[in-house]
Structures are given as C-alpha cells and as structure tokens.
C-alpha cells in the first residue's frame, strides 16, 4: 500500500496487536445528500473513481470528507457493498460461482426504479464494473418482453402518431416479429 | 412517468447493447428516443435470414439484406462499437460490400467479430461423403492488424496463420466449415496466450483431433461434427478445461482435464454400436471427472453393452444428469446403468428427443414391458440423492409413464418433479387436458417422499 507523503492520517494508540493492525488501514469519508456519514476503506474508496480523482488528483488529505451530493445514502450502501466484494474476489483465484451467486442476490430485492437509480448513480461515482452490471441487470428485465410490457414497466410514452410508428416498425421489419423458429 | 428520463441517453445505449440485436431492434418503436437509441447499439448482427420474412424469393432477400447493411453503416452515427455479426451465405457477388461492412467494424474498435458465410443447404452428410466445401470467403488483410479483437468467429472463411496470431489478446475463437490440419489446430492453442473458448465445428482434417500444450488456458472447448480419418482420435490436455461439447462420431478418446465440470456428449453422427463401441464409451465416462453431464440415445444403447467392466458397476461423481433421449425399450437398460452410477446424483432431466435406433451387432433387444414398474432394484440416488426431475417435451409414451411412476414410488428424497408437455401433445389436448391426464398418472398410488410437488407445463 502507497502512502502519500502528506498524509495527515494518524494511527490512534490503543492497547493489544489487532487493534495496531486495524487502524494502519486508512479510511476516507464521504457525505451523501442526505446527510448521511460513510467511512470507507481505502481500498474500496479507490474503487470509486470520482472519490479517487478527488483525493489523488489535487493530494486532498484524507481528514476532509468529500461530499457526493448526487447520490443518496442507501446507494452508497449497494455501491460500498458492490465494491467490497469485488475487492474481496481480485485476491481470489476462482470466484466465478461465488460472483454470480453474489450479483443474483445484489439484485434480487431492487425494485426497478431503484435499480435504474442505481445504474445513474454507478455512472456519476464512475464505478465502471459495477455500471455494466447494473446496466445488464436492466437489459434483463427487457429482454423476451413485448413492447407493451416494457412501455408499462418502464412507464415509456409513446410520442409517434400511427404513420410513424408504422414507419419505424418497416424499417427492420424481422425486429417486430417472433422469427426465432425460422433463423437458425 | 418515464423512469428512463433521469437516465442519459449514452447509459440506455449501454443497456440496449446487451440485447441481442434483433431484440433491441423492437424497442425502436417505443419512443422517438428509442428509435434513436437502437441506432446506436453496439451490438450489430447482419443477418441474411432475418430476412426471410420476405417469402421464397431468394433474391429479393439477398437484395433487402444488403440494403439494410448498406443503410445501416451509412447511417451509423457512433465512432465505437463493441461487436459485429455477419451471417451472408454465397457473399460471391458482394465482396466490396462485405469488405466494407467488416472494415465499418474495425474501424470503430469492434472487439467481437463474427463473420458466417457458410451456405444453410451444407448439411452433416456433406462432409461425411467427402465432399469438402471451398471456403466462401478470405478474411481481407486489413483485419489482421486489429490487435484489439477479444473473440473471432470465421464460418467458411479462409484465414492466414502465421497473420493471424497478431490477435494476442483473443480470449476466444469459433471455426466452422474449413480444413484444420493438426500443426493449424496446434498454433491456434499455443499462440493466443488468453484463449480461454475454442470452438470448432463442421470442420476437417485427415488426422485426429489434438487439443493440448503448455500453458493452455483454455476453459472450454466444443467439438462438433468434425470429420477425422477412418480411425478417429481425440486426445485433450487441458488442465485449466472447465466445459468439454462433443458431438459427432465415435472416437477413441486420452482426457486429461482435472478440473472438468462439466460434459455434454452426443454421438449423432454414429450409426452402429456394439461391445467395443460400449467399452470405448465406458473409458470416455471414466475420464470426465464432472458433475454435471449431458448424454445421447446412441449412449443409452450403446453403454450397456460394454465388456470391460466385468460386470462391476462404475461410480460417477455425476451430480446432475440430463438425458436426451425418446425414452425407446432399447434405451432404459442405459438409463438404469446411468441410475446405477450415477450414486449422487441430484438433479435429472430427461430431454425428450426425436427416435433413433442406433444398428447393434446383436440386434435390438425384446420389448421389455414393464422395466420400471416391476423393477425391485434399489439406486442409492433414488433413495438418497435425487432431489430434482424435470422432463422436457413429455410425450406420454409407455417407457416415460413408466419411470414417472417408478420415481413417483421409490424417490425417497424427491422434491420437484417438473413436466414440461411436448408439442405433439400440446396440439392435441388443452394444457388443462394434459395436466389431468399427468395427475390420473399418478393416482392409486403411494409416494415415497412427502415433499414431492408435481408441476406441469405448457411450453
């Protein structure tokens, strides 16, 4: 682990082994819009590129607490988990399963407004795995659906009068039909 | 209120991307902001057979095709995109326009290319009579500097190798319809030091086919109908191999693959079967440490008739099994020597698939009645392990009515049993009909486990 030269970040002194090593692991705070206060290990703030941009890029020392005033604090919850794990599974050699089994859950209890809230949130903190994720996550919930469905999930208007919508439709007419059966 | 409003337009390409490009093609109609999210998808497939909407004329759809692909990379307005798929069978007549296409792709930092310019009437009896199709196409020189390319599929698409290894981080590689002669196959596996896919199908080579090398990273591999010489062999050294597809003729096989998870093994393109056939197929199974294994008809005839065994039943760490097959009398001894191996088994699906009686040297064996229902012998699966049935395409024949009884009375430990109605009988009866008809199976009957839930399905 690097250490910047004008780190400020001191080591409190408390009595026993572990707890020496529990504190040489630095923490950086952020700010939510709602107030909320996160402290996050270095090595997942760094993780978050907007907050590592922040912090490296002007030397800021780590004692300021960075405000994310886009994001609210039950997001920076999903995102710290998000990253932890990611953190946790690079030193892992195989973390396939326990990845996917991992992203099932992450998702399982979102409900889809908040799940897109999330995806512009991972896009503003700059969290690119996380961001493809999600955005995948979404496309799941179009896929094998009818456009109908998706309008009604979605809430999409329809801002085409019926000439254009046919206009649309004609340009890539094998789109609209179910020709699964046919192509392969 | 529009929930995609908050979101900016270059994060609902992203999403769109994941899409299949036929299937993204259907949200351009749900608002003008999707029509012009769809322009922009990443992810292309040009695909002459989309086109057969447009009824028999062979050449009005080759005509509509090209217009597609000619307006489309016109119109195009993003500088990156991550994959393009084209699938144009006799590109004969159109090689600038497929030139183009292909450097539309590059040019924009394409990261998965995949070029099939196989012809649809190439059928598996083309190559099994020796008549080798000339490649269609030759991938243009310009390609091979792309050295950004993650994936490359080339269907009847001619290739230079020693240019080609300038891929150096392709993670995977499909080939279909050409020649691999053993030292192409070897350079492909030894040169590309991320290749983790190899996909080879309807190839050939007048050799066997060898998948192995130092360092080998690689994590599947799928093998179907290629074409070897009179005495076919398949030698694999893959340390790292988690997926192993075969499908074809049968073949003496040496596996190395310790950390094999999982098989799926068809041999369709095998039309006779006798002791040796069954010994070879019991040294194939002796050699894929999986849990999870998928197996053909010709397997269930075949395997029964192995020698080698002595009659000592073998053990398989198999945990979850899934048998394709027509549920034909020839076919249950292979089922219950499966059962019988199978100790820890799972999970079992039974993939009702089209009838074929594979030539056995000592004919087809006598019509055995009732195999499952008076069958006293006990599996340790059945009454320990075997927790989950499905059946797919369920046709209601004797054999499948049989076992569904079987499990219903000895699956001790069974929890779902799962049955999927089949086509045919989903036209002849309501889902309603059939589901009672799958209920009165089961009536008078006691069952073994008290967990068990029965679902049937309609498609």
């Known amino acids: 682990m690097s250490t910047s030269t004008d780190n400020n970040a001191s080591i409190t002194q408390e009595s026993g082994p572990s707890a020496a090593v529990q504190d040489i692991q630095k923490k950086i705070v952020v700010r939510t819009a709602d107030g909320e206060v996160f402290n996050l290990k270095e090595e997942v703030a760094m993780e978050i590129d907007i907050i590592k941009t922040f912090f490296q890029e002007d030397s800021i020392s780590y004692e300021t607490v960075m405000p994310l005033p886009n994001v609210e604090g039950w997001e920076m919850v999903k995102v710290i988990e998000y990253c932890t794990k990611h953190v946790e599974l690079k030193h892992k050699v195989d973390g396939y399963k326990e990845r996917k089994a991992f992203q099932a859950l992450f998702v399982q209890n979102l409900s889809t407004k908040s799940l897109l809230a999330l995806t512009n949130t991972a896009n503003y903190l700059e969290v690119k795995y996380l961001l493809d994720f999600l955005c995948q996550a979404v496309s799941e919930q179009i896929k094998n659906k009818d456009v109908d469905y998706v309008r009604e999930l979605f809430g999409v208007e329809n801002d085409f009068n019926d000439e254009e919508y046919e206009q649309v439709k004609a340009e890539a007419p094998w789109a609209h039909e179910n020709l699964n059966n046919d192509l392969h | ?459």
């Not at chain 2, 539309?104 to 083309?126: I, Q």
């Not at chain 2, 009702?352 to 499952?372: A, K």
Request: hydrophobic letters at 40%; proline letters at 4%; aromatic letters at 10%.
């Open chain 2, 1 to 459: 209120m529009d929930m995609f409003s908050f979101l900016p337009d270059h994060l609902l390409v992203i999403i769109l991307s994941f899409l299949a490009f036929q299937e993204a093609g259907r949200t351009s109609v749900l608002s003008r902001r999707w029509q012009n999210i769809w322009r922009q998808t990443r992810n292309i497939e040009f695909n002459e057979r989309f086109f057969s909407y447009i009824g028999a004329d062979d050449e009005a759809r080759r005509i509509a095709f090209v217009n597609f692909v000619q307006n489309w990379t016109d119109n195009y307005q993003p500088s990156v995109l991550d994959r393009v798929c084209i699938t144009f069978s006799r590109p004969g007549n159109f090689l600038v326009l497929v030139e183009d296409c292909i450097r539309f792709a590059v040019t924009r930092g394409v990261k998965v290319l995949g070029l099939d310019f196989s012809d649809p009437s190439w059928n598996d009896e083309l190559l099994e009579l020796g008549n080798y199709p000339e490649p269609a196409y030759v991938l243009p020189q310009f390609v091979y500097q792309h050295g950004v390319l993650e994936s490359l599929t080339l269907s009847s698409c001619n290739f230079n190798l020693p240019e080609i290894i300038n891929f150096h981080l392709l993670k995977h590689l499909a080939l279909g319809w050409i020649e691999l002669p053993l030292p192409t196959l070897s350079v492909l596996l030894n040169k590309f030091p991320l290749l983790e896919s190899l996909s080879v199908k309807n190839c050939w080579n007048t050799d066997g086919l060898q998948v192995g090398g130092q360092n080998l990273r690689l994590r599947s591999l799928v093998v179907e109908k290629f074409i070897m010489s009179e005495n076919p062999w398949i030698e694999i050294e893959a340390p790292h191999l988690r997926y192993l597809k075969y499908s074809g003729t049968m073949a003496v096989f040496d596996i190395e693959a310790g950390e094999l998870e999982e098989a799926y093994l068809d041999f369709g393109l095998e039309y006779e079967g006798n002791e040796g056939m069954g010994d070879l197929l019991y040294q194939l199974l002796h050699q894929l440490p999986v849990r999870t294994l998928t197996v053909c008809t010709y397997m269930l005839q075949v395997l029964p008739l192995e020698l080698i065994s002595n009659g000592v039943t073998p053990v398989f760490g198999v945990a979850k099994l899934t048998l394709r097959t027509a549920m034909l009398s020839c076919e249950q001894k292979g089922v219950k020597y499966l059962l019988r191996s199978c100790p820890v088994l799972q999970a079992l699906t039974i993939q009702i698939v089209p009838q074929r009686l594979v030539d056995l040297d000592e004919g087809q064996p006598d019509d055995v009645r009732h195999v499952w229902t008076l069958n006293a012998l006990e599996y340790h699966c059945i009454n320990q392990t075997l927790r989950v049935v499905q059946v797919k395409g369920y046709t209601g024949t004797r054999h499948e009515i049989g076992f569904l009884k079987y499990l219903f009375c000895r699956g001790r430990v069974l929890e779902k049993l799962h049955i999927s109605i089949g086509e045919e009988l989903l036209n002849q009866r309501s889902i309603a009909e059939n589901r009672q008809l799958v209920i009165q199976t089961f009536q008078g009957l006691r069952r073994a486990s008290n967990n068990l839930r029965i679902n049937t399905y309609g498609r």
